[in-house]
């Protein structure tokens, strides 16, 4: 299965800004992938993708202060995107 094929990142489609994606990161850190789909990490990290953030929104990311999750997804995606 793949991420665009997932149900939990069809879920996603709902989060139209940037600040409701992090949040929804906040708040599902805990979800694992399995063997049946991608965990939710690579789901949102590939929400993030399809919305185009902008370098500014990149580096809130990379220095958000509520959560190492945060961090940890945006560095994932910033070390993708070089």
């Known amino acids: 299965m ?5 149900d939990y990142f069809k879920e996603l489609y709902r989060f139209k800004t940037y600040h409701e994606v ?3 990161i ?3 850190v805990w979800m694992t992938g399995n063997c049946r789909g991608p965990s939710t ?3 949102l ?3 993030f993708f399809t919305m ?3 370098v500014k929104q990149m580096h809130g990311l ?3 202060p ?6 940890a997804v945006s560095f994932e995606a910033s070390f993708i995107l070089l």
């Open 2 to 6: 793949n991420i665009r094929s997932s």
């Open 22 to 24: 992090i949040d929804e």
């Open 26 to 28: 906040y708040n599902q």
């Open 41 to 43: 990490a690579f789901c």
């Open 45 to 47: 990290l590939y929400k």
């Open 52 to 54: 185009k953030l902008t």
């Open 62 to 64: 990379l220095k958000h």
């Open 66 to 71: 509520d959560s190492s999750y945060i961090r």
